[in-house]
């Protein structure tokens, strides 16, 4: 087996040096009964790289590549190029193959790098303290619900109707176990986010508001407005954003009054991957909160010699010392997403980073005036970034199973994200980045124009 | 020229004569290829991009509402062989499997093949998204049901969650699912067993679920005690997580026993399956009597650590947690196609008690990729020599190291996939802290330290069946060489280390005065790279 160096000779002269007459004599601890004589029946045996490289190909061919199609799908994951050399690095064996930083000395790489990261997106989100990163977004924002709860000492969660659904499902599931109260509610389908539905739910018990920026239909909630209504009732604002690169163009939210900041961070250096791995990020406005954020941080302090270093810090929050005390459960994160954000980060820097956001929105603002021209097509939002939510006159499930025979994904059906409520189906979510061209846009009209006829 | 120092960084001290270097202090703080390297917010300014984008006029319309971000964010940008480098060095910087043998008890630190990094990057595999017309992503939706049959398979169990992000995520969903079952035969129960050598996760996530946690005493040969835990058996206990093989690294002879007297008492077996190497092809949890154990699949299936994730931790489960299992997951029908199973569908599949969704979306796809290419590569017979290869490789290094470092089980028999040492007979002053740092001297990752919390001083050393004699043999000598000087208490020790990139790193003013973000601006345009200049 080509992972495996011990050759049969080393085996018996390792067995001697033990003084185990054979293999077995080592699981002399599981009981016989239970002990498995040969390979699991039923299972194949082992197989060549060749053979295996050759098996995964043939599932991957399977499956419609983005980049082999007109492609329009957002809603919480989204496709952007990214560079070469963030591939190259993340893959250099020693970031890829070390462990969490828990010997500083021969670890300041990724520790510098979590320290970096943590700045970055810091100052993104407009927070003076970010984590080294969560799962990814949907349980950074249930991290974030918990985290208000511990901070106000109230129980009672108010969710925008217009939160990712999947992301209110975690919170909703996890608080059946916390007993933390959700008061959800669905998107509004109206041009501006029903700000004032959602502040009139806010009351004295509430521990948070949380409310997606851009929101799941693609809408900039006014939330300045939020965190004051908030603010009033001695409850927490917490800011969602699926979408980092938007905060190239539009304000922070730390900026705007949240509290705490969560979102995703795929977007910047990880890909679409089907789902995962991808980045949770995890961010405070106020630094006197750090102490009941969950997860790893990473800090500066100074080596024997006195030169600057970095170590993991403030461990007292977490499992491993305060076990059933701690502020989450959370043990390994995603570091090597977070390297992959932070180099992408890098790359870009403020100039990139705005020039990234100003295209995506440019390209979002022509589809967006493009398939509004469409008879029976109407766009929704006033308001928008790279995604935007058009109503088109029919189940938006069915028309988007037709353009992809066409080869045309067309974009994230609301009858996907909400299967049980009817009256959202006519609504498509349709997301534009810098990788779509305007020929892709062309295709997309031309391709629902003949759907709709 | 600018000022090239603006941001007021140093170049880090040379480093004193104290240990053995001779040789002039350098003005740089480089020794050689040991280079220091700044922040990117000391290099980097806010006007240089490492990638071409096409520059938007201005009087573009803007839909962005009254939001348009005005002032600067403050993130620097560096050039694309300057990022290259800067990242480079800092890699330099790691210690990693790449490099040598990294013997993290507990932890796992095995080989990761490059074939699995090939396979997760093929564009039907990378380039999908999750929320993709189903027919669309019929082969992502096979490569998760396949490594699905796999584990149930390997582990005798009934079913398994696929989506839980990590190993700690995968107790909660398992926790979640014995809270769920119970649950629905109106059973409120509320204490959960642990022993008191568990991963510090077992507690947080039971309590993270509501439960109150408490202590399993282990016997004098480091086993859960099953007397003690048959007496404190009742109808307030919902479940007991054990660890097995335990963090001591043995296996829990007791477990069927264990598990017979907890299902008597209406409780359920959680297994934390952490340690799931020693064991994957000799014997399955499932005949054992387990309801739940997550894998981590970064540690037994090789997905890369990444330094801190991303992780992934499917969840078997028993058939009497089955049915309580979270959305989403995959389920092939006779007609051979897999089907995704969602809010939407869950009942059409007959499952309609699912506690709920852990997570966006379906799972770690990327470490599905690769977790499933090494499990083919392997094959039921290689999987068998994974574990037979790792405890062999842990028994070698504890019979040729507990004639001098004392071994609190070995009498008592073979140890599992790793060989655990406590500090007994160091000298005065001399600690196990001290040992781990002597030995990244000698080029070792250290073993994990200070846990299992049940011994004092522990050092858990788990090589892996990665490793070759040859190595094994050359960190037994760093071993044996290093205990040798902690017994005689060299005083060496307390300073080392002394080789590597930073001495010892001052943790108390790290947590005393913390500083988790870089305070201050860009470096200013026309910033030349200090790495480059060496000091002003």
């Known amino acids: 087996m080509r992972y495996l160096p011990l050759t049969d000779a080393d085996r018996s002269a390792m067995l001697a040096k033990i003084g185990a007459p054979n293999i077995d004599a080592?699981?002399?601890?599981v009981p016989e009964e239970a002990r498995l004589s040969g390979p699991i029946e039923g299972l194949p045996l082992h197989a060549s790289e060749m053979a295996v490289e050759k098996h995964m190909r043939q599932l991957s061919k399977k499956n419609l590549a983005a980049a082999d199609a007109a492609f329009f799908l957002g809603a919480g994951a989204y496709r952007h190029h990214v560079p070469a050399s963030v591939d190259h690095i993340i893959q250099r064996g020693e970031f890829l193959t070390a462990y969490t930083p828990y010997q500083p000395e021969i670890a300041q790489g990724t520790l510098q790098m979590l320290f970096e990261f943590q700045s970055q997106v810091a100052r993104l989100y407009g927070c003076a303290v970010a984590n080294a990163s969560m799962y990814d977004g949907s349980t950074a924002c249930w991290e974030a619900v918990a985290m208000a709860a511990r901070v106000t000492k109230k129980k009672r969660v108010v969710l925008s109707g217009a939160l990712h659904p999947h992301y209110a499902e975690v919170v909703r599931t996890m608080a059946k176990f916390t007993e933390d109260e959700i008061a959800g509610a669905l998107p509004a389908l109206q041009s501006t986010p029903d700000n004032a539905g959602l502040i009139a739910r806010i009351d004295d018990q509430t521990s948070c508001v949380v409310v997606q920026y851009p929101d799941i239909l693609?809408?900039?909630?006014?939330?300045?407005?939020?965190?004051?209504?908030?603010?009033a009732k001695g409850a927490l604002l917490i800011a969602v954003n699926t979408e980092p690169v938007a905060l190239g163009a539009i304000k922070s939210p730390g900026e705007l009054g949240a509290d705490i900041v969560v979102g995703e961070g795929q977007s910047i250096g990880v890909g679409l991957q089907f789902g995962g791995p991808y980045l949770g990020l995890f961010a405070v406005r106020d630094p006197k909160h750090?102490?009941?954020?969950?997860?790893?941080?990473?800090?500066?302090?100074?080596?024997?010699?006195?030169?600057?270093?970095?170590?993991?810090?403030?461990?007292?929050?977490?499992?491993?010392?305060?076990?059933?005390k701690a502020t989450s459960n959370i043990c390994t994160n995603s570091g090597l997403c977070a390297l992959a954000f932070s180099v992408h980060m890098t790359l870009l820097g403020e100039q990139g980073l705005r020039q990234l956001a100003a295209e995506n929105h440019r390209l979002a603002?022509?589809?967006?005036?493009?398939?509004?021209a469409i008879p029976g097509v109407e766009l929704l939002n006033e308001s928008f970034f790279n995604e935007f939510t058009i109503m088109i006159g029919r189940d938006a499930r069915e028309v988007v199973k037709k353009l992809t025979e066409q080869n045309v994904l067309a974009g994230v059906s609301l009858g996907r994200l909400y299967p049980a409520h009817d009256a959202l189906h006519e609504g498509l979510v349709v997301a534009v980045t810098e990788t779509t061209s305007e020929d892709d846009i062309d295709t997309l009209v031309a391709a629902l124009k003949g759907e709709l006829a | 020229m600018s000022t090239p120092n603006a941001s007021g960084w140093k170049p880090g001290t040379p480093a004193k004569d104290d240990h053995g270097m001779d040789g002039p202090p350098t003005v740089t703080g480089n020794r050689a290829l040991m280079l220091e390297e700044p922040l990117i917010f000391e290099i980097g300014t806010s006007q240089t991009t490492g990638v071409d984008l096409p520059d938007v006029p201005s009087?573009?319309?803007?839909?962005?509402?009254?939001?348009t971000r005005a002032d600067e964010i403050g993130l620097p940008g560096l050039s694309e062989p300057e990022a290259i480098r800067h990242y480079t060095r800092l890699s330099r910087q790691n210690y990693a499997i790449d490099l040598g043998l990294f013997p993290l008890g507990s932890c796992t630190m095995k080989h990761?093949?490059?074939?699995?990094?090939?396979?997760a990057r093929m564009p039907g595999f990378a380039d999908v998204h999750p929320l993709q017309p189903v027919d669309t992503v019929r082969g992502a939706l096979e490569v998760i049901n396949e490594l699905a049959v796999w584990l149930i398979g390997l582990t005798g169990m009934d079913g398994v969650a696929m989506s839980p992000k990590a190993g700690a995520h995968g107790e909660l969903c398992g926790i979640l699912c014995i809270r769920a079952a119970l649950e629905a035969r109106g059973d409120a129960r509320e204490v959960i067993l642990v022993p008191e050598s568990a991963h510090g996760t077992n507690p947080a996530t039971a309590a993270f679920a509501g439960y109150r946690v408490e202590n399993i005493p282990a016997t004098g040969e480091g086993r859960v005690d099953l007397e003690a835990l048959k007496s404190r058996l009742g109808p307030d206990v919902a479940a007991v997580m054990i660890t097995n093989p335990n963090t001591c690294g043995l296996f829990e002879r007791d477990m069927k026993a264990i598990s017979d007297a907890v299902h008597a008492a209406g409780a359920f077996v959680y297994c934390d399956g952490a340690n799931f190497n020693a064991i994957v092809g000799k014997v399955r949890p499932g005949d054992l009597g387990v309801d739940a154990m997550h894998i981590n699949l970064h540690k037994t299936f090789s997905t890369p650590h990444g330094g801190g994730g991303p992780g992934s931790g499917p969840v078997v489960l028993s058939e009497a947690l089955c049915p309580y299992g979270p959305l989403p997951f995959t389920a092939r029908t006779k007609d051979g196609v897999v089907h995704l199973v969602e809010e939407e569908n869950a009942e059409a599949f007959d499952h309609k008690h699912a506690f709920g969704r852990m997570t966006a979306f379906h799972g770690q796809m990327g470490m599905f990729t690769r977790a499933l290419a090494y499990i083919l590569s392997h094959g039921a017979d290689g999987l068998k020599q994974v574990a037979e290869d790792a405890v062999l490789n842990a028994n070698y290094v504890l019979r040729s190291c507990d004639d001098l470092l004392e071994a609190p089980f070995?009498?008592?028999?073979?140890?599992?996939?790793e060989a655990l040492f406590s500090d007994a007979g160091f000298a005065e002053d001399t600690t196990t802290l001290d040992l781990a740092k002597a030995l990244i001297d000698e080029g070792y990752h250290p073993m994990t330290m200070y846990f299992p919390l049940v011994v004092h001083g522990a050092m858990l050393v788990e090589p892996t069946e990665t490793e070759s004699k040859a190595s094994l043999d050359r960190f037994i000598m760093a071993l044996r060489s290093t205990a040798e000087r902690a017994k005689a208490g060299d005083p060496t020790l307390k300073t080392a280390p002394h080789y590597a990139p930073r001495r010892r790193l001052d943790e108390t003013q790290a947590a005393r005065k913390p500083v988790l973000a870089f305070d201050g601006p860009c470096a200013p345009a026309g910033t030349p790279q200090l790495s480059e200049q060496g000091g002003s």
Do not use: W, Y
């Open chain 1, 365 to 372: 603002c022509l589809a967006a005036d493009r398939l509004s």
């Open chain 1, 290 to 324: 750090v102490r009941q954020m969950p997860g790893r941080l990473c800090g500066e302090t100074v080596d024997a010699e006195g030169r600057r270093g970095f170590v993991l810090t403030l461990s007292t929050r977490e499992q491993h010392i305060r076990r059933e």
């Open chain 2, 112 to 119: 990761n093949p490059r074939l699995n990094e090939k396979v």
């Open chain 1, 218 to 231: 693609g809408r900039i909630p006014d939330l300045g407005e939020i965190a004051e209504a908030a603010h």
């Open chain 1, 26 to 29: 080592l699981f002399v601890d």
């Open chain 2, 410 to 417: 070995g009498p008592s028999g073979p140890c599992m996939h």
């Open chain 2, 59 to 67: 009087s573009t319309s803007s839909r962005l509402g009254s939001f």
